[in-house]
């Protein structure tokens, strides 16, 4: 467990690294691309600059947002993390209106020749990094599992677009025909497209927008897949300010409310460790009208002897019962694929356990191991068997004992 948890930290941290270089390259190639844009006379690389410089405006709204964003406020008991959706509208704004501005330019104002010569090398050298930047940060996004990094690789191969028309336009002027006013409008486009999609987000954002559903399908399966879940009732979720707020309606196995609870703090936990973007989860427990009852038991063989080892015992006996008069169902007979495993056994059998979502386990007496310690935290009733053999005791709760039949 420790294992996945530091390796979730260390690529967390890597994926953060990475954001923040983003950053700076963008930075980088909007101040180059105008350096020299303005010393060329190429309207169509100042306006790529002004184009790359959005990315930089975008993550800096970021920054200043998630800043506000951290302070507390008894005034707003959900947090100031729509302090960066403003920021991020106010900065939509200030995009499109620099879009108008490069179109306006490009379109109205006086026919400049480029400096062919000193643009174009500059501006290949530019549409590499953005490419060779664009291309790595898919790449590590996808293997870091962060859709942010994968995003904000794409944005870099959209630049290269730009930038690419703008090498396009430099080439024909290189030829004698001054396209370069029509290559900067062109590229005014792809500003206008930068500042609207961020203009959209904040509105929907502002307008508490569901969060993307691919996300809500995962973070429902996580919680379905704990064993004391039967299923999610309801979802409703919202953005904040880049961040995720979560409430759920969850079924349970349980009757009891005190487990209810300890069950709902888990989950909410395990939302928030595993997405980190969710900074609020709520679960509201329901209880199952109905149900099978699911006990399992260590045992020796088909034949249903109690197994002394709980986490080395061969064989595992899975029972369904009627959670009403107590009758089996059903019987099956599981092999343990971890009894002969040598380190972390009684984790990896805990685990294997708890996908079958046991209301109850039978063990042959408490030894307070890890898999034992795993099931009762995920709330299933751990009980001891007596050493005798008798028929099942129909009341489990009182005596805190159980005797189980031989036969199958």
């Not at 490069?102 to 010569?117: E, F, H, N, T």
């Not at 025909?177 to 792809?190: E, K, M, P, S, T």
């Amino acid at each position: 467990m420790n294992d996945n948890i530091n390796r979730a930290y260390s690529e967390l941290k890597r994926a953060k690294l990475l954001a923040a270089l983003s950053v700076s390259v963008n930075l980088f190639l909007a101040v180059i691309k105008g350096y020299y844009g303005v010393i060329s006379g190429s309207r169509a690389l100042l306006s790529d600059a002004i184009h790359s410089a959005t990315d930089v405006v975008s993550s800096l709204a970021a920054l200043i947002g998630i800043w506000v964003a951290g302070k507390k406020h008894p005034s707003f008991p959900y947090g100031l993390y729509k302090a960066e959706t403003l920021a991020t509208l106010v900065s939509s704004t200030a995009i499109l209106l620099a879009g108008y501005e490069i179109a306006r330019r490009a379109l109205l104002g006086p026919v400049i020749q480029p400096d062919v010569a000193v643009a174009l090398p500059v501006t290949l050298f530019c549409l590499a990094v953005s490419l060779g930047f664009g291309l790595m940060q898919i790449r590590a996004g996808r293997k870091l599992g962060s859709p942010a990094l994968v995003a904000d690789g794409k944005d870099y191969l959209a630049d290269s677009l730009s930038t690419g028309i703008v090498i396009l336009g430099l080439a024909i002027n290189y030829l004698g025909f001054n396209v370069d006013r029509w290559a900067a409008a062109l590229v005014a486009l792809f500003v206008f497209r930068a500042g609207g999609l961020l203009l959209i987000e904040a509105i929907r954002e502002l307008l508490d927008a569901s969060i993307d559903r691919e996300t809500e399908r995962e973070i429902i399966k996580l919680v379905e897949s704990d064993p004391a879940v039967v299923r999610v009732k309801k979802t409703m979720s919202r953005t904040a300010g880049g961040r995720f707020i979560v409430d759920m309606d969850v079924v349970l196995k349980t009757k009891s409310s005190t487990v209810a609870d300890k069950v709902a703090d888990r989950i909410e936990n395990e939302i928030i460790a595993n997405f980190p973007r969710v900074v609020m989860a709520r679960i509201r427990p329901h209880f199952a009208e109905s149900g099978d009852f699911v006990r399992i038991t260590p045992v020796t063989g088909p034949e249903g002897q109690v197994a002394e080892h709980f986490a080395r015992a061969p064989w595992f006996l899975v029972e369904t019962l009627n959670p009403e008069t107590w009758k089996v169902k059903g019987r099956r007979i599981i092999e343990n694929p971890y009894k002969d495993v040598e380190r972390k056994r009684g984790f990896l059998v805990g685990k294997w356990l708890l996908s079958l979502k046991p209301d109850q386990v039978i063990i042959a007496r408490k030894h307070g191991g890890t898999a034992e310690a795993l099931l009762k935290e995920a709330g299933v009733q751990i009980l001891a068997a007596a050493e005798d053999k008798g028929p099942l005791a129909a009341d489990a709760d009182k005596d805190q004992s159980v005797k189980i039949s031989s036969t199958s």
